[in-house]
């Protein structure tokens, strides 16, 4: 990533009275049980395609929704607050409960969806089977975060954090060759107000203010994580460009779960559900699922 300052687009706009929702999707399966998919932060529901039409094909029903403000142009997005994103997946849950599902329903995230994933975990433990973190993002500690990111908490505390952006760059979250060059094509182009195929590949900007609104998400959920109870999967590659595997471990040493595992991938990057193990991810995923719903079986919950 590089850095970008942009005074052009530093006015706050007026926040929008309703976050923006669509272009989300589900899918019906054939048994009760559900399962919730939560992009990542400037990310799209695009890229929970694949594990979506795994578990789909394996009789789960799907439901990703596309978190608040996400298509919306990047100066509309920056100004959003981490809990904005957390009310599209919390709305998700009441919808279904409104709706009469009552089979088992497990929820799962890439990167910051993950940190999300987990807090509906807390909130709603009555109703959560599991969890699935894919590539959970705390700290971006990764081989290719920019060297200047010593710098963001004093950015953090000024109104700085409005005026710089983080610009995508190679190999942006993904190892597999031809997807990175199609990927290449849009980035290398892209200015900041190009919103031109977003719905696809995600934003090729970052804005500041985002990491800062991740930075207050990850010490709410730092105080929630011995709370959750829940089966927890955590999911992440060896050699994670954006998020060391120290995020994973830093979950799996703190949450309350009996059940938790860590899996580790070695041939890919950050954007797993994407990238060239997508296939063992969206594997993995569902027989820890499916061992959930065996291990209630077993004990009549």
Same mark, same amino acid.
């Given at each position: 990533?590089?850095v970008?300052f942009?005074?052009?687009i #530093?006015?706050?706009?007026?926040?929008a009275e309703?976050?923006? !929702?669509g272009?989300?999707?589900?899918l019906? =399966?054939?048994?009760?049980?559900?399962v919730?998919? $939560?992009h990542? %932060?400037?990310?799209?529901?695009?890229e %929970?395609?694949?594990?979506?039409?795994?578990?789909?094909? /394996?009789?789960?029903s799907?439901?990703?929704p596309?978190?608040?403000?996400?298509g919306e142009?990047i100066?509309?997005?920056?100004?959003?607050?981490? &809990?904005? *994103?957390?009310n599209s997946v919390r709305?998700v %849950?009441?919808?279904?409960? !409104?709706?009469?599902g009552?089979?088992p329903?497990f929820v799962s995230?890439?990167? %910051? =969806?993950?940190?999300?994933a987990l807090?509906?975990?807390?909130?709603?433990?009555?109703? #959560?089977?599991?969890?699935?973190?894919?590539a959970?993002?705390?700290f971006?500690? =990764?081989w290719?975060?920019?060297?200047t990111? *010593?710098?963001?908490? *004093? #950015?953090y505390?000024?109104?700085?954090?409005?005026?710089?952006y983080f610009?995508e760059?190679p190999?942006?979250?993904?190892?597999?060759e031809?997807m990175?060059q199609r990927?290449?094509r849009?980035?290398?182009k892209?200015?900041?107000n190009?919103m &031109?195929?977003v719905g696809?590949?995600?934003?090729p900007?970052?804005?500041v203010a985002?990491?800062y &609104?991740?930075q207050?998400?990850v010490k709410?959920l730092t105080?929630?994580?011995?709370?959750?109870?829940?089966p #927890?999967?955590?999911i992440q590659? /060896?050699?994670d460009?954006?998020? !060391?595997?120290?995020n994973?471990?830093?979950i799996?040493d703190r949450i309350g779960?009996? $059940?938790k595992? $860590?899996v580790?991938?070695?041939? !890919?990057y950050?954007?797993i559900t994407?990238? &060239?193990e997508r296939y063992?991810v969206?594997e993995?995923?569902?027989k *820890?699922?499916?061992?959930?719903?065996?291990?209630?079986?077993v004990?009549?919950k």
């Amino acid at each position: 990533m590089s850095v970008v300052f942009s005074p052009d687009i #530093v006015k706050k706009n007026k926040r929008a009275e309703q976050c923006s !929702s669509g272009n989300g999707f589900s899918l019906k =399966g054939t048994s009760d049980a559900t399962v919730i998919l $939560i992009h990542g %932060m400037t990310g799209t529901p695009n890229e %929970m395609r694949f594990i979506a039409n795994f578990l789909n094909k /394996k009789g789960y029903s799907v439901i990703c929704p596309n978190l608040a403000y996400h298509g919306e142009p990047i100066e509309i997005l920056k100004d959003a607050r981490w &809990q904005d *994103f957390y009310n599209s997946v919390r709305n998700v %849950m009441f919808e279904h409960k !409104s709706a009469g599902g009552k089979g088992p329903l497990f929820v799962s995230g890439l990167s %910051m =969806g993950a940190l999300l994933a987990l807090l509906i975990a807390d909130e709603f433990s009555s109703d #959560v089977a599991g969890v699935s973190c894919l590539a959970p993002t705390l700290f971006y500690d =990764g081989w290719n975060t920019p060297n200047t990111k *010593f710098l963001l908490p *004093f #950015v953090y505390k000024t109104f700085l954090r409005y005026m710089f952006y983080f610009k995508e760059e190679p190999p942006y979250g993904i190892k597999n060759e031809a997807m990175q060059q199609r990927i290449h094509r849009y980035y290398s182009k892209a200015s900041l107000n190009d919103m &031109q195929d977003v719905g696809q590949y995600g934003y090729p900007y970052f804005p500041v203010a985002l990491l800062y &609104q991740l930075q207050l998400l990850v010490k709410h959920l730092t105080r929630r994580l011995p709370n959750i109870k829940v089966p #927890v999967q955590l999911i992440q590659a /060896k050699d994670d460009d954006m998020a !060391s595997v120290r995020n994973s471990k830093f979950i799996y040493d703190r949450i309350g779960s009996e $059940i938790k595992e $860590i899996v580790l991938l070695y041939n !890919s990057y950050h954007v797993i559900t994407a990238d &060239q193990e997508r296939y063992i991810v969206a594997e993995k995923a569902e027989k *820890f699922f499916g061992s959930v719903l065996t291990i209630s079986a077993v004990s009549g919950k």
